[in-house]
């Protein structure tokens, strides 16, 4: 049970943690959904999953660990659903002037999406954390894998992704 | 354009905006309505405990008002079923609640084969849908037990309703698991096989 001093602390940390990880959450995010809306779905939800969690983050691992293990794990359980959730949606479209920079911008994140999707799943899990620039040793405390192994990994799915994306181009 | 380059560019993809509903800090909006959803979660779990443990109330005082053993029994077994909704339905929310997202990856994977299992809930389900079945029939028959005949027919007729709804229920149900989560659990093994064998 959540006292007010307690509820207090935690918005507060929540509002830091938002604050200082929301733009690559919201990547991450973007690597494993396609569709705009299922990402902003997906997207509430790692928030939600990271407010009920975080009266029990102990500090056992560092923070951007434990945020990135409930961003992946939100992703693969979005993944598994493979549904569209009617939730009242928080997030909406930065406004109007920005609309077609953001677009833009999309392309390479929808390229890279579509390029990542054709992953095997653990590989996909390892390459969203890579293209964030987490290291490896974060990537093994994250999956749970071994440092050689995601390392291997990472080597072959990069590989494969250019292969996609340069491939596409030329 | 090369990957790098891709990687870079994607980089200037920001989250998206709150919606702006009131004059307050955006980030407040997101915690009230965080905190609003959490509410009504917990709300409405104990909502359902509470017309439960009045059950539970009502079937106690029955059992001791009862005038004979098998509304004794039947009351008992009620008792039980209410009982095991509050225990399931507290399970339910404690799970919901707790944050099982924080562990590593692979343990997600583990975790979540186990809940796509197709008797995961539906053992529950059966076994309390069961638990009552029953309760009711022994007080049905305690209140016309000097008039057998007349109930047992019914009775009978009610069990194979109920045992026609559940093997229907058991059987889509599977049909649906088999196409959208037992594939899910092949592709998790698989995941969980390759990762033992590296």
Known sequence: ?170 | MKLEEIITKSKEVKAPMLKKESNSEPLKLLTDRLKKSDRNARKHSRRLQVLYIVMVLFWIFRIITANNYLSKIGFGILTVASFMVIFYNQLHYERNNRSYFAISNIDFLKETKKRLKFLANRIWYIFIWALFDLGLCFVIVADFSHRYSIVIGPILIMQLILAIAISVELYFGYKKWKKTRKPLITEIEHILQEIKEA
């Open chain 1, 1 to 170: 049970m959540r006292n007010k001093l307690d509820l207090k602390n935690i918005e507060t940390r929540f509002a830091n943690i938002v604050e200082e990880n929301k733009d690559k959450i919201y990547r991450i995010c973007c690597y494993y959904v396609s569709d705009d809306d299922e990402v902003k779905d997906l997207y509430q939800e790692v928030l939600m999953n990271i407010w009920k969690g975080l009266d029990k983050f102990r500090g056992d691992s560092s923070i951007t660990t434990w945020i990135f293990r409930i961003t992946v794990n939100s992703a693969l359980a979005f993944l598994a659903r493979q549904k569209k959730s009617k939730k009242v949606a928080l997030f909406e479209d930065i406004i109007n002037s920005e609309q077609k920079s953001r677009k833009d911008r999309h392309k390479e994140i929808n390229q890279l999406q579509k390029a990542v999707s054709q992953l095997p799943l653990l590989d996909m899990i390892i390459i969203s954390l890579v293209l964030e620039e987490v290291r490896t040793k974060e990537i093994t405390n994250i999956t749970g894998l071994t440092g050689g192994n995601v390392r291997v990994r990472i080597h072959r799915a990069k590989e494969v992704l250019r292969k996609i994306i340069e491939g596409e181009k030329s």
